[in-house]
């Protein structure tokens, strides 16, 4: 049970040399479509469900390095509201973020932006010879990173790297991109090292209720790992910004509730002094990144070889695993969530 995600989990390095490959491949072309014959005055990135949370953090890390405005867009949100999304008389690069480049939403978002004047397009895809590929602009296509799986786990965090590796060469910071370039061999080493505590919780039936919070690069990761646990587990789950989660949603939170808090490098001090807040309200609490007072729990990441930014992709390993755990432990099949496909494809 699970064969299929247990295997795309597990080799999410393998996934990731690959992805970082096709970008390097393409650096000239990436520069040239940022920076050429002016840098775009905008970005624009759209995907729905896994591909928009990847987006959110691609676009924080977009604006970071190329201090180019740049936003993540539900694509049904760009085809029914184009006027809150783009502006007139701004070149702006649409970025389509799509796992199997056939998902209907955002090919009609993508689509309706290529005819509009001023727009570059970019897409991303784990797929070859796809309507998104057809739809013209630079196709990135990034093998061995699709997924058999509805689930979205490798694809999910390669897309994410590749689009950080685009955003650090079209600032021509290669020096940051070649840093990402250390990450898979230390994936396989979180994946090891995560391993029991994501057992030890998944199977932990007094866990009733996930909250995943992050910052920054990190709210995109937090929502994907709110959705692998609906998803696989059928378990209750939220996402937030940090320290959002005082401001009423902590209302909810008991002994049954485990909290998991992606830990950054600019807000260590009060992401730390909200986990003992929770810790007196009973709540379990589980930090990824670096062990904070206040974490019952720890997933340590290598925090001073990689700064925030670069820890974005490694940060969901570990949320990808307490999903996986939780599911097999419920006798749920990660390979077949309830209610979902692989694609989802709509008449318009
Ligand atoms: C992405 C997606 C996922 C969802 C499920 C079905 O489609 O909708 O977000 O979790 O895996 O596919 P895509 O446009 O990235 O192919």
């Given at each position: 049970?699970?064969?299929?995600?247990?295997?795309e989990?597990?080799?999410?390095?393998?996934?990731?040399?690959?992805?970082l490959?096709?970008?390097?491949?393409?650096?000239?072309?990436?520069?040239?479509?940022?920076?050429?014959?002016?840098?775009?005055?905008?970005?624009?990135?759209?995907g729905?469900?896994?591909?928009?949370y990847?987006?959110?953090?691609?676009?924080?890390?977009?604006?970071?390095?190329?201090?180019?405005?740049?936003?993540?867009?539900?694509?049904?949100?760009?085809?029914?509201y184009?006027?809150?999304?783009?502006?007139?008389?701004?070149?702006?690069?649409?970025?389509?973020?799509?796992?199997?480049?056939?998902t209907?939403?955002?090919?009609?978002?993508?689509?309706?932006?290529?005819?509009?004047?001023?727009?570059r397009?970019?897409?991303?895809?784990?797929?070859?010879?796809?309507?998104?590929?057809?739809?013209?602009?630079?196709?990135?296509?990034?093998?061995?990173?699709?997924?058999?799986?509805?689930?979205?786990?490798?694809?999910?965090?390669?897309?994410?790297?590749?689009?950080?590796?685009?955003?650090?060469?079209?600032?021509?910071?290669?020096?940051?991109?070649?840093?990402?370039?250390?990450?898979?061999?230390?994936?396989?080493?979180?994946?090891?090292?995560?391993?029991?505590?994501?057992?030890?919780?998944?199977?932990?039936?007094?866990?009733?209720?996930?909250?995943?919070?992050?910052?920054?690069?990190?709210?995109?990761?937090?929502?994907?790992?709110?959705?692998?646990?609906?998803?696989?587990?059928?378990?209750?789950?939220?996402?937030?910004?940090?320290?959002?989660?005082?401001?009423?949603?902590?209302s909810?939170?008991?002994?049954?509730?485990?909290?998991?808090?992606?830990?950054?490098?600019?807000?260590?001090?009060?992401?730390?002094?909200?986990?003992?807040?929770?810790?007196?309200?009973?709540?379990?609490?589980?930090?990824?990144?670096?062990?904070?007072?206040?974490?019952?729990?720890?997933?340590?990441?290598?925090?001073?070889?990689?700064?925030?930014?670069?820890?974005?992709?490694l940060?969901?390993?570990?949320?990808?695993?307490?999903?996986?755990?939780?599911?097999?432990?419920?006798?749920?099949?990660?390979?077949?969530?309830q209610?979902?496909?692989?694609?989802?494809?709509?008449?318009?």
């Open positions: 049970m699970g064969a299929h995600t247990w295997q989990i597990q080799s999410q390095p393998q996934a990731w040399e690959s992805a490959s096709a970008v390097r491949y393409h650096a000239n072309l990436i520069n040239s479509l940022i920076n050429e014959p002016q840098v775009v005055d905008e970005i624009v990135l759209v729905c469900g896994s591909s928009y990847l987006a959110l953090s691609a676009a924080a890390t977009f604006q970071r390095l190329l201090g180019i405005p740049s936003r993540a867009i539900p694509s049904s949100e760009a085809i029914f184009p006027e809150s999304v783009f502006r007139r008389g701004k070149s702006v690069l649409v970025v389509g973020i799509s796992r199997s480049g056939e209907t939403e955002t090919l009609v978002a993508l689509g309706r932006a290529a005819s509009s004047p001023g727009v397009l970019m897409s991303v895809s784990c797929r070859q010879d796809t309507e998104l590929a057809r739809l013209g602009g630079f196709h990135l296509y990034l093998p061995g990173c699709d997924e058999v799986s509805v689930v979205m786990t490798r694809s999910f965090s390669a897309m994410l790297l590749a689009l950080q590796g685009v955003a650090a060469l079209g600032a021509g910071n290669v020096a940051w991109f070649d840093r990402l370039s250390g990450l898979p061999v230390v994936a396989q080493n979180i994946v090891d090292a995560a391993l029991p505590l994501t057992r030890s919780l998944g199977s932990d039936g007094s866990i009733r209720r996930f909250v995943f919070l992050g910052s920054g690069p990190f709210y995109g990761i937090a929502c994907e790992g709110m959705l692998k646990i609906k998803e696989m587990a059928l378990a209750n789950s939220e996402a937030y910004h940090t320290l959002e989660f005082r401001h009423g949603p902590m909810v939170l008991d002994a049954n509730t485990l909290v998991v808090s992606i830990t950054s490098d600019v807000a260590r001090r009060e992401e730390s002094e909200l986990l003992q807040e929770l810790q007196s309200l009973s709540a379990r609490t589980l930090a990824v990144g670096a062990p904070v007072a206040g974490a019952e729990h720890v997933v340590e990441l290598p925090v001073d070889r990689f700064d925030e930014w670069a820890r974005a992709a940060a969901i390993v570990p949320l990808q695993l307490l999903a996986y755990c939780r599911a097999t432990s419920e006798g749920f099949d990660p390979d077949r969530p209610h979902l496909s692989r694609v989802v494809r709509l008449g318009f």
